[in-house]
């Protein structure tokens, strides 16, 4: 299924910057739109001061290339477009070309749900230059929100310590997309359920929800609204409780639970929005177990994020189920990832390649040349040992790691694995993309994997011929 067709019922082959348009148009008029060029998507500094982030979103760029065409509507509105002479921007014979242009490039990527570094490509780009270009604003688009999501949604889950996490974010979601690239996004980074319905279908995700305040204020008291909800739901009953005084409100609920189990069903249990979650819970969860119902499930909600989550639990608050929001469908500490797409070599047709580079006085934002691979090696019990970035243009490898701490780490003899797997060639899907529950599965093998790896000792940096490389190639820029 090709999820982009189902959310948009449109072609987006312009969802892109007008720079990549210009850009593509130069290459055309100077006759270098048809050189091969390699690209790679990276980003450069861990989210939210973490020590990883969960790759996460390519499932949108394999449907967005698998449909890459320009129609007779998108150069229609491109005509349109004028200079700054009100003439037409783009020349005719141009816009024919892409028309007709075929998506043909060779793309490799980190399959969704594996723990990843800074500087580390999460995707390789090969092929046409133009047609490189005119795909990153998507790329970039789909796996920088997506990634990011992942990598919060998993941190809260940790924090959680095994407990059930819902996330409630779509009402303060940044628009339609956002809401829906979120869900699937904190699905794959282990949230169990999502209140988005559209992301429940589309993606098949597992979809939870109660009640708000609106249905108990609609009543003439509490009790009558908890009574009328049990009978339209008495199977699903899950009652929340803080509308008007928090104590009274579960109170109330347990007359509506004993109702429940009298006529046959289960009583989920209780929702807390508002208060204090750890003094409420822990009152809530003896109330419940006094009355006979130590089995129903004490949900809270209420602005929480991983560091609240962590510091309740830490307190000994009796949460069942933790229903994040808006902390985590916008990032809100930290509301874009700042991945990043570098051009790292081009060549002209059967001419040896050529490295490019992006000098930066920040030395964390010059870019690394060649065309790249990530190798991740293990030691003897399965266990990550370093990862090495290397340029498969080089004939020779050796297996040193130049790490970006100044360590330069011997990786002889050990197991290995390359994390950039080919998705397409030559514009042709040859990748079986896994369900969004495999991948989940995944992205929780990947931290049980990284789970004993110290971070601040693991290293991660580059094969040493690329580095020297790279620095041959910042000291003839700079001369």
Same mark, same amino acid.
């Given at each position: &299924? ?59 760029? *394999? ?32 816009? #024919? ?17 594996? *723990? ?37 949604? @998993? ?7 095994? #407990?059930?996490? $819902? ?9 339609? #997309? ?32 109660? $009640?708000?305040?609106?249905?108990? &204020? ?43 189990? %009298? ?20 009152? @809530? ?23 609240? *989550? ?6 000994? @608050? ?109 514009? &042709? ?22 789970? %004993? ?27």
């Amino acid at each position: &299924m090709n999820h982009l067709e189902t959310r948009y019922q449109t072609n987006l082959s312009l969802l892109t910057d007008l720079y990549q348009l210009t850009m593509a148009y130069g290459y055309w008029k100077t006759g270098s739109a048809e050189q091969e060029a390699v690209f790679h998507l990276f980003y450069r500094k861990n989210p939210f001061g973490g020590n990883y982030a969960i790759a996460c979103g390519l499932q949108d760029v *394999i449907d967005f290339l698998s449909t890459f065409k320009f129609s007779n509507s998108d150069l229609d509105y491109l005509k349109s477009l004028k200079n700054n002479k009100d003439q037409a921007l783009f020349e005719d014979d141009f816009l #024919d070309y892409l028309l007709h242009l075929e998506f043909s490039c060779d793309i490799d990527a980190v399959e969704e749900g594996t *723990i990843v570094f800074p500087h580390e490509p999460l995707l390789r780009v090969r092929g046409p230059l133009l047609q490189a270009q005119l795909i990153e604003t998507f790329l970039l688009n789909s796996i920088n929100f997506q990634t990011l999501i992942a990598t919060k949604s @998993a941190r809260i889950v940790a924090a959680a310590e095994g #407990d059930l996490v $819902h996330e409630f974010g779509l009402r303060r979601a940044q628009g339609i #997309d956002g809401g829906l690239s979120a869900s699937r996004a904190a699905y794959i980074g282990g949230c169990t359920a999502t209140s988005n319905v559209l992301a429940g279908k589309i993606y098949d995700i597992p979809v939870k929800g109660t $009640h708000g305040h609106s249905w108990v &204020m609609s009543f003439e008291d509490e009790l009558e609204a908890f009574e009328a909800y049990a009978k339209a739901m008495p199977d699903n009953c899950l009652l929340l409780v803080d509308t008007f005084d928090t104590i009274k409100g579960i109170q109330k609920a347990l007359k509506i639970a004993a109702i429940l189990r %009298k006529n046959g069903h289960t009583f989920l249990g209780i929702r807390l929005d508002s208060g204090d979650l750890l003094s409420l819970s822990i009152q @809530a969860r003896e109330l419940l177990d006094a009355a006979g119902f130590p089995k129903a499930k004490i949900v809270a909600s209420d602005s929480l994020d991983e560091y609240k *989550i962590k510091a309740l639990k830490a307190k000994g @608050a009796l949460i069942d189920v933790w229903g994040v929001g808006t902390n985590l469908v916008t990032a809100k500490d930290q509301p874009a990832l700042g991945g990043v797409y570098k051009l790292a070599a081009i060549r002209k047709k059967d001419r040896d390649w050529l490295y490019k580079i992006k000098l930066s006085n920040t030395s964390s934002k010059v870019s690394t040349p060649g065309i790249l691979q990530v190798r991740r090696y293990f030691v003897s019990d399965g266990q990550p040992f370093g990862d090495m970035i290397w340029n498969i243009d080089n004939k020779e490898l050796f297996p040193l790691i130049q790490s970006f701490d100044g360590r330069t780490i011997v990786t002889n003899n050990r197991l290995f694995k390359d994390l950039l797997v080919p998705i397409f060639k030559q514009g &042709m899907l040859v990748y079986k993309s896994p369900s969004i529950h495999e991948i989940r599965a995944y992205r929780q093998e990947q931290v049980d994997l990284f789970d %004993k790896v110290d971070f601040k000792l693991y290293p991660k940096g580059l094969e040493q011929q690329l580095n020297q490389q790279k620095l041959n190639l910042i000291q003839q820029h700079l001369l």
